[in-house]
């Protein structure tokens, strides 16, 4: 395999060679940050978001020579190109067109040639019709009785995504439906969701594209003999999300309603389709979920339209590719300061690991770009996160003393509970948040000198801060848009295809030929499980043996 020369760009060594002069102590980012104009210079609002990176190892000269870069890469023309239909998922031959299920435009959108808006618009209406439905008791369960609960059973970009919208909007979840997820194929998981259903008024949704995943198949399985064990029909209790024609969709095996997805929206950006639209639009009702979408589309809209200059998920995406290659750090933390964010960096993590998640040369094996050929710089971040303040008790020793990482902040001005203005020290809660939220970005930058080594804080640590107004549905989607866009402007600048997923297949293959051997065992208890190495052969006979011996 030939290499994709990204670092031969003049845009690229130069920026190299800027990586060196920012290192020096006259550019520590204690002085940085006291340039004149420097909030001015470095932030940026449009969509309904504020990019703060006045803390990020830049300067004038830095920022444009990646603005540089991505003229040179045309990423903004590669994006243009993702949200018109173009294929710009090479491996697998697809569109990619995630996009498409949150315009309101009346454009049409083509996937080899044929607009896919209509089927969209079809899809948003079957689900604003069932949720509607749904609520007013026209569709119930077994005797009648209303829906209380809502089981999404899938896995991945399945349930990442839809969870991470429906905690952020759980204030505004007021159809007395709760929402669970069984996603993971312990059988704990069920066993949890069981202890807190009541079978006749639950509704199972099974998201699957393929309707092969062999997680979300066991699960399946469980809840359809526990279906049959209630005396209670899937036909009346069970929702399918998947594939036109898949095994979730076969008329021979009926279910309450079966809901389409299509080839050209991969699961970690799915939330926006059917995916994310049944079980959140049962939660939260359609409107929201419709002003949800509005607001994915408005970011879609500004990174599509928006110049480099004033770019915002863009230019987050040039300061995560100069902070990975040429500074140097391998990981970032998202921490949200807002409870109502805890399941966000679960969902970043997914999104950007599984689509940028391809190493430039390690051991001599390169992956491929976009072109087929090696990629020859690294790729991907280690994503990882928890909400502040609680991260501050967490892991904040190692990223002020420790082996540091940048970190992007996320602010939300206006609290969704306002009524409660109790103070401690003269605060409201609130307030006590943001006094934590703009000190970390602070202490991180600026450091602290002491003679003592052990409260000896060397700074230099960059963050960003990203402000919404409000946890309404509009801005959780703007946040998810500006999540994807930033992931796929990486994606473009690496030359990289952030539409699959082939990292993840080695283990499934590998547990296949495990399971073959278990459901063996299972039919013949004196079968020996030869073909296994010691190691593995340990670990099966604890399995069935129900105990370390």
Same mark, same amino acid.
């Given at each position: 395999?030939?290499?994709?020369?990204?670092?031969?760009?003049?845009?690229?060594? *130069?920026? =190299?060679?800027?990586?060196?002069?920012?290192?020096? +102590?006259?550019?520590?980012?204690?002085?940085?940050?006291?340039?004149? #104009?420097?909030?001015?210079?470095?932030?940026?609002?449009?969509?309904?978001?504020?990019?703060? /990176?006045?803390?990020?190892?830049?300067?004038?000269?830095?920022?444009?020579?990646?603005?540089?870069?991505?003229?040179?890469?045309?990423?903004? *023309?590669?994006?243009?190109?993702?949200?018109?239909?173009?294929?710009?998922?090479?491996?697998?031959?697809?569109?990619?067109? #995630?996009?498409?299920?949150?315009?309101?435009?009346?454009?049409?959108?083509?996937?080899?040639?044929?607009?896919?808006?209509? &089927?969209?618009?079809?899809?948003?209406?079957?689900?604003?019709?069932?949720?509607?439905?749904? #609520?007013?008791?026209? !569709?119930?369960?077994?005797?009648?009785?209303?829906?209380?609960?809502?089981?999404?059973?899938?896995?991945?970009?399945?349930?990442?995504?839809?969870?991470?919208?429906?905690?952020?909007?759980?204030?505004?979840? %007021?159809?007395?439906?709760?929402?669970?997820?069984?996603?993971?194929?312990?059988?704990?998981?069920?066993?949890?969701?069981?202890?807190?259903?009541?079978?006749?008024?639950?509704?199972?949704?099974?998201?699957?594209?393929?309707?092969?995943?062999?997680?979300?198949?066991?699960?399946?399985?469980?809840?359809?003999?526990?279906?049959?064990?209630?005396?209670?029909?899937?036909?009346?209790?069970?929702?399918?999300?998947?594939?036109?024609?898949?095994?979730? %969709?076969?008329?021979?095996?009926?279910?309450?309603?079966?809901? *389409?997805?299509?080839?050209?929206?991969?699961?970690?950006?799915?939330?926006?389709?059917?995916?994310?639209?049944?079980?959140?639009?049962?939660?939260?009702?359609?409107?929201?979920?419709?002003?949800?979408?509005?607001?994915?589309?408005?970011?879609?809209?500004? =990174?599509?339209?928006?110049? $480099? $200059? @004033?770019?915002?998920?863009?230019? =987050? =995406?040039?300061?995560?590719?100069?902070?990975?290659?040429?500074?140097?750090?391998?990981?970032?933390?998202? !921490?949200?300061?807002?409870?109502?964010?805890?399941?966000?960096?679960?969902?970043?993590?997914?999104?950007?690991?599984?689509?940028?998640?391809?190493?430039?040369?390690?051991?001599?094996?390169?992956?491929?770009?976009?072109?087929?050929?090696?990629?020859?710089?690294?790729?991907?971040?280690?994503?990882?996160?928890?909400?502040?303040?609680?991260?501050?008790?967490?892991?904040?020793?190692?990223?002020?003393?420790?082996?540091? /990482?940048?970190?992007?902040?996320?602010?939300?001005?206006?609290?969704?509970?306002?009524?409660?203005?109790? @103070?401690? @020290?003269?605060?409201?809660? #609130?307030?006590?948040?943001?006094?934590?939220?703009?000190?970390?970005?602070?202490?991180?930058?600026?450091?602290? &000198?002491?003679?003592?080594?052990?409260?000896?804080?060397?700074?230099?640590? +960059?963050?960003?801060?990203?402000?919404?107004?409000?946890?309404?549905?509009?801005?959780?989607?703007?946040?998810?848009?500006?999540?994807?866009?930033?992931?796929?402007?990486?994606?473009?600048?690496?030359?990289?295809?952030?539409?699959?997923?082939?990292?993840?297949?080695?283990?499934?293959?590998?547990?296949?030929?495990?399971?073959? $051997?278990?459901?063996?065992?299972?039919?013949? +208890? %004196?079968?020996?499980?030869?073909?296994? &190495?010691?190691?593995?052969?340990?670990?099966?006979?604890?399995?069935?043996?129900?105990?370390?011996?």
């Amino acid at each position: 395999m030939t290499k994709n020369h990204l670092n031969s760009l003049p845009e690229w060594t *130069h920026l =190299a060679a800027l990586a060196k002069r920012i290192a020096l +102590p006259e550019n520590h980012l204690k002085y940085l940050i006291r340039q004149k #104009h420097r909030l001015d210079n470095f932030s940026l609002s449009g969509g309904g978001l504020f990019f703060d /990176f006045t803390r990020q190892r830049i300067d004038a000269q830095v920022l444009k020579s990646l603005l540089n870069l991505a003229k040179a890469c045309k990423i903004k *023309h590669r994006f243009n190109q993702m949200m018109t239909g173009e294929l710009v998922n090479t491996t697998e031959n697809r569109t990619a067109l #995630h996009t498409a299920t949150r315009s309101f435009s009346h454009a049409s959108v083509l996937n080899n040639g044929k607009d896919v808006m209509p &089927d969209i618009k079809r899809i948003r209406d079957e689900i604003r019709q069932f949720s509607g439905d749904v #609520h007013s008791g026209k !569709i119930s369960g077994a005797n009648g009785q209303l829906f209380k609960d809502v089981v999404v059973i899938g896995i991945g970009g399945s349930y990442l995504g839809t969870e991470f919208v429906a905690t952020a909007l759980g204030s505004f979840s %007021d159809k007395k439906i709760k929402l669970h997820f069984l996603s993971n194929v312990d059988i704990d998981n069920f066993g949890t969701i069981i202890d807190f259903i009541v079978p006749e008024t639950t509704l199972w949704i099974v998201i699957s594209k393929s309707y092969t995943t062999a997680e979300t198949l066991a699960n399946t399985s469980q809840v359809l003999s526990f279906l049959d064990q209630k005396g209670l029909d899937p036909k009346n209790h069970m929702v399918t999300v998947t594939s036109k024609g898949s095994p979730g %969709d076969d008329p021979a095996n009926p279910v309450l309603k079966s809901f *389409h997805m299509f080839d050209y929206i991969g699961g970690r950006y799915s939330v926006t389709s059917a995916v994310g639209g049944v079980p959140l639009s049962l939660y939260l009702g359609f409107d929201r979920f419709k002003d949800f979408l509005k607001g994915a589309e408005e970011i879609d809209i500004h =990174a599509n339209t928006t110049s $480099e $200059e @004033k770019n915002i998920p863009l230019v =987050a =995406a040039l300061i995560s590719v100069w902070n990975n290659n040429f500074l140097g750090y391998p990981s970032q933390a998202v !921490i949200p300061y807002s409870s109502a964010l805890s399941k966000l960096a679960a969902h970043i993590q997914q999104l950007s690991m599984e689509s940028n998640g391809k190493s430039g040369e390690s051991h001599g094996a390169l992956s491929a770009s976009m072109n087929g050929d090696g990629v020859d710089s690294h790729c991907g971040s280690i994503i990882f996160g928890e909400p502040g303040t609680n991260a501050q008790h967490s892991f904040f020793q190692l990223a002020h003393q420790g082996r540091p /990482f940048p970190i992007e902040f996320i602010g939300v001005v206006n609290p969704y509970h306002q009524k409660y203005s109790g @103070k401690s @020290k003269g605060v409201t809660n #609130h307030q006590e948040l943001w006094a934590n939220l703009m000190a970390q970005s602070q202490a991180l930058a600026e450091g602290k &000198d002491d003679k003592n080594a052990a409260k000896f804080f060397p700074g230099n640590r +960059p963050s960003s801060t990203l402000l919404i107004n409000d946890l309404s549905p509009k801005n959780i989607g703007r946040l998810l848009a500006f999540y994807e866009a930033k992931t796929v402007f990486e994606a473009f600048i690496w030359n990289i295809n952030p539409f699959d997923q082939y990292g993840v297949e080695l283990g499934k293959t590998m547990a296949g030929t495990i399971r073959s $051997e278990i459901a063996e065992k299972n039919k013949n +208890p %004196d079968y020996q499980f030869d073909n296994r &190495d010691s190691i593995q052969q340990f670990y099966l006979n604890v399995l069935f043996n129900h105990k370390i011996t």
